[in-house]
């Protein structure tokens, strides 16, 4: 039990990541960003341009392909998403949809369809209180809170982070006092693409990187936004974990392949029930 409960957990921090990049887009732009599975493939095939082509170290090929992923964003904000701005979210969130589509065959295109892996090495696994913990699941659990943490401090301690939730409160009044709504728009992309990049780098370490990697966690991660309430990042990061370990404890009474049905159980449920999830503030589009 406790074996499951801490692969759980490592599942609930791998989705994290890209359901608070969802929870951060929908709450200050307003849209269900579909696109966040593609950008989270993007950001895994740019890393590993940087490490397993060119041969860089990968804590310094994360941080080159955050920039290539972050530099997409940016142009896909000013082509796509700024032309439709004020359109209802529907309109922007079938726009995502054209837009993943496109990113993945551009993927397909340049990288082909073939697995790749990055340039580590495989290390034993280790024990630890009596648990099996292997070296990816280490390094998913620290990079993956000092993410977090880092994004916490920005949202809280920084003018920027006062800014977004200024936004996400009340654009008009936002921009009554002087806030950039483009300047919050350009740094809610760059966060959201450096934080898919690093979710699908963890990914691609825990098992392969593919062309339709990004695709198979939009059901897990859109269920964990919803889960802790998709307007409301940092309770994202809450559904994500209680979604992790409840899927690796349903593999106690169902086959493990069965895990992605409990992520679609859990969905309906709440938009049934609870549509504002279990810790996100109701939120009425006027």
Known sequence: MAQLLFNGLVTGLLIALPALSLALVFS???FANYAIGAMVTLGAYAVYAFNAVLGWPLPVAVVAGMLVSGAVA????????TPLRGRTGVTLLVASIGVGLVLENVVRLFAGNAPRGYGVEIARPLRVLGLRVNHEQLVTLASVLAALALVWLVFRCTRLGRAMRAVADNPDLAAVRGISRARVTAAVWLLSSAMATLAGVLIGLDTNIDPQMGWNYLLPVFTAAILGGIASPMAAVAGALVL???????????????RTLVAFVVMAALLLLRPSGLFGAKWVAK
């Open 28 to 30: 200050v732009l307003r």
């Open 74 to 81: 940016l142009a896909v904000d000013r082509l796509v998403y």
């Open 244 to 258: 992790g370990v409840t899927e690796e404890l349903a593999t106690l009474v169902m086959p493990p392949h069965y």
